[in-house]
Structure formats: C-alpha cells, structure tokens
C-alpha cells in the first residue's frame, strides 16, 4: 500500500486538499471545492466545503489510503473569533475586509512598532486592525472574544475535534501583532492598542505536531486512527514550499493568484523599506514579501467587463489575443489602483485609449500592470542579480504561456514553474512529511519538485522593458506613482 501526505489548502474562494505520494513525490486524488469570494464567511458553509473536499480526495484511492500525516495550509489575515466557551463568534472574516479598519491604528502601531519588528503595517484586512476596529466600534462582540485564530487554525480545530488555542509564526505574523524578530507576540503594541493579550493563541512550530485526527473524522473518512495532523501555516509561505524555495540561495519567486507576490528567502533579517514585508519561514529563516493586491482578480474583472460587449470571449482567446500585441501594448497602459504603500492610486487604462477598442491590447496592458507592480517590489527587495532564473506559481502563470513570457521579460530572467498547479497544497503536505520525520532536510523532498520547460526571456523585449516601458509607464500615469 503506498503511503501518503495529506495537504490541504483554504484559499480565499475554494478549499483544495490532495495526497502526496510519498515515493513517488506525485500528488495524487486532488478535489478542490468552491465557495463565497466574499469578505465574510458561515462557518458551517466553510467546515462543509472542507469536509467534502477531504472526503472526496480519500475516496479517490479507495478508501484505503495510508496517510502518514496531514499538513494545512491557510489564507493568512482576517480573524476567526470565538467566544468564552469556544464557540464561534460568526462571521469568519477574511483579508478582503475592508469595514472593519480604523486608519487610527495605523498611527498608533507606527509610534509603538517598527515595520522590522512587526514585519508589516497593520492595514485593513490584518487581524489586528479588525480587533482594534471591534474595540472601537464593536464593543458587545469584543467583549465576547474568549480568543481568536486564523483560517489554518480553522481547519486544524476541525480536524482535531477542538481548537486548541495555538497557531505558528507564519500565521502570528499575518496579524501584524506579532514581533518577527524574536518569535514572539508584540506586547507593547498590544497593549497599546488595549486588545487583552488573554485572548491571542499559544504560537508552535509550524511543523509540530497538534495531536490526532479526531475519531469522528477519522470514521467519516474511512481512515485508520491515530493519524498526527501538524500546526501548519500561511499559504504564502506554504507555496514559496511547494514551489522548491527552501533556502537563501533559491530563486525569487512571482505568484499571481487572485492578489499577486514576489518572494524571496532570506537567512538573516532584514531592514528595509515599508512596502516590503518581513514573515518567517523555515529552519529559522525569513521570507521577504512584496505583496500587491492587483493579482489575477484584475484579469478577471476585465474578462467580466469585456463579455459585456463580447459575450463568448474566455481566457484562452484573451490570451491568444494579447500574444499577438507588441510588449508595451503599443502605449496602453494599466494601473491595478491603490496599493498597501500607495492608498490613492486610481485604477484603469492609461495612455493610448484608442487601443481600448482592441481585446488584446487590453489584455496585455492587464497583464503587463500586474507585473508592473511586482517588478517595482522587486527593487527594494533586491533580487540577486547573480542568479538568472526566477520561480513562477499561481493559476495565471500556470495557464497563460503569454503571461510567463511577458514576465520572463519584464524581469529578464529565466523563468521556472513547477509541474505540480497547486503549490500551497504540495507545501502542506511536505511540512507534514518534515513534522512526521519522513522528510528531514530539503534536499530528502527534491524527487517532489518537478519543473517545467523555462521560459527564456526574450532579449529584445526586455531591453524595450528596461529602456523604455517602465519610464514611460511612470510618465504616463505621475499622479499615481509617489
């Protein structure tokens, strides 16, 4: 019988789970569930969704399958509160919120931590902006907060029959209360920003182990007792895993999913700029995060709008269509509006606005503003210049051949995507193997990773990139660049 890692993903609109061959490193019985892309969700919607999918994924190999460990990997941010007797305060609120922000915390985190510390500025959607807005303008439901968790958190209290008050760092860290630097809760922010540091969880390895699966999942399954299930993590940092992103001298790596990242593993901690996250990673090192919120979630908007016009056009022929557009979009231009650094830049085309009659110059300006946004994080960050290849991951790069090559170009380097589509879900599983002694070092899960052909960047288009585009681009839209 072979036996398996279990990973599961809860992303912001669907939950993933798959089983990782062990021997094989091939990911095995994937099922993935839809749900609300909402900022808020029911809990029992959500526990529901989850279940199914896990069912599903373990029927799949015949109800027999032999599953060493299970790993979690969760959407990071937003808050899972309950209450004193550890039921949950509904709804579940995810990074989408945008109603629960009082831009008054962003002061006072300011004047009590550092960025460095903190590794972001708590802005809308972080855990701890929810938490002061409750304090502020919610005081019956704060006042019934026995403790709160995340989305992984989430999942593994299911799992386990009952939460157990704990999260890890990578989780800790997406609160913006967390102090990044010596592992720990930031308990002068806390305090100043008056949330009881009773109700914060207990912070583990992300690799422990939490306990076992519980009997009655156990049974639902068909799956034999006992089975451990690991603290588990934030999906960020779950898919900088699965995508082979194990140390320092590992390449930066690009995800464009619904919002959209640039990462980079770093071993020593890092002092920069604001717009540049700091999260921990594995074996005592650190992520560094440039994160935009224009991600595929744009490409979508725009297929939406455009099948107003043209109701049969899909991906597939929008990407067919900006391919044939020159790099540059010939002078259209796209912004994907305000960013966590830059709150009021505006959205939209700019420059040559008689290519908006065309669904390939559209598409491509798309495409090329997402990018936009990650290239300029690429600079504060510092990409090894040393290094000629970089990591690719999300659906978008995993789909459109157009979308790698434009980026491959923008970036001018080599550009590396994983065989396996569901990076976070692989990450999961891996991090089980490690909490379950299967695999102990990085280099025991290289049969794991498998890569596709690289996309070569072409050097004509990345010297128009480099020369012309980006200045022109900052040309074209000043009032949105400071």
Request: hydrophobic residues 35%; proline residues 4%.
């Amino acid at each position: 019988m072979a036996q398996y890692l279990l990973g599961i993903d809860l992303g912001t609109s669907s939950v993933k789970a798959g089983l990782l061959n062990v021997h094989t490193g091939i990911l095995e019985a994937f099922h993935a569930r839809q749900y609300s892309e909402y900022s808020e969700y029911d809990s029992m919607m959500l526990w529901d969704r989850i279940l199914e999918t896990l069912y599903e994924v373990c029927r799949k190999t015949g109800g027999n399958a032999d599953i060493a460990a299970i790993g979690i990997s969760g959407q990071m941010h937003g808050a899972v509160l309950y209450d004193s007797g550890g039921k949950v305060i509904e709804p579940l609120i995810n990074w989408r919120d945008q109603k629960r922000y009082d831009p008054s915390v962003l002061d006072l985190s300011k004047s009590t931590a550092q960025p460095n510390d903190t590794g972001a500025n708590l802005v809308a959607g972080y855990t701890g902006s929810i938490l002061y807005w409750m304090k502020q303008h919610d005081q019956e439901n704060f006042n019934r907060i026995g403790h709160f968790g995340l989305f992984t958190d989430f999942v593994r209290a299911k799992l386990l029959g009952q939460s157990d008050h704990a999260t890890d760092p990578t989780s800790a860290a997406s609160t913006g209360l967390f102090d990044v630097q010596s592992n720990r809760w930031h308990e002068t922010l806390i305090t100043k920003l008056g949330i009881p540091l009773s109700i914060f969880p207990m912070v583990h390895r992300t690799a422990d182990i939490a306990g076992v699966l519980s009997e009655s999942i156990t049974k639902k399954l068909n799956l034999k007792p006992g089975i451990p299930v690991i603290y588990g993590g934030g999906d960020n940092q779950m898919s900088m895993l699965g995508s082979g992103l194990s140390s320092a001298a590992s390449p930066p790596l690009i995800n464009i999913g619904t919002g959209a990242q640039l990462s980079k593993v770093v071993s020593t901690n890092y002092r920069g700029g604001s717009e540049i996250e700091l999260r921990p990673y594995f074996d005592k090192q650190y992520a560094l995060i440039g994160a935009s919120l224009g991600g595929g979630g744009h490409y979508q908007g725009l297929r939406d709008e455009l099948q107003k016009t043209h109701p049969d056009i899909d991906y597939i022929q929008m990407n067919e269509r900006a391919a044939m557009v020159p790099a540059g979009s010939e002078g259209l231009y796209y912004c994907t509006g305000p960013s966590r650094s830059n709150p009021k830049r505006k959205k939209g085309f700019f420059g040559k606005e008689q290519n908006l009659q065309s669904v390939g110059h559209q598409a491509r300006a798309v495409m090329e503003g997402i990018l936009m946004d990650l290239y300029d994080l690429s600079i504060p960050i510092g990409l090894d210049n040393a290094n000629p290849n970089i990591v690719g991951a999300g659906k978008a790069l995993q789909v459109s051949l157009i979308w790698r090559q434009i980026a491959a170009d923008m970036f001018g380097k080599s550009l590396h995507l994983t065989k396996n589509v569901e990076n976070a879900v692989l990450g999961a599983a891996l991090m089980a193997g490690r909490g379950a002694n299967i695999f102990n070092a990085p280099g025991e899960w290289a049969h794991v990773i498998k890569s596709e052909t690289p996309i070569n960047p072409n050097s004509g288009h990345s010297m128009y990139y480099h020369q012309h585009y980006f200045a022109e681009w900052k040309k074209q839209v000043p009032t949105l660049v400071e």
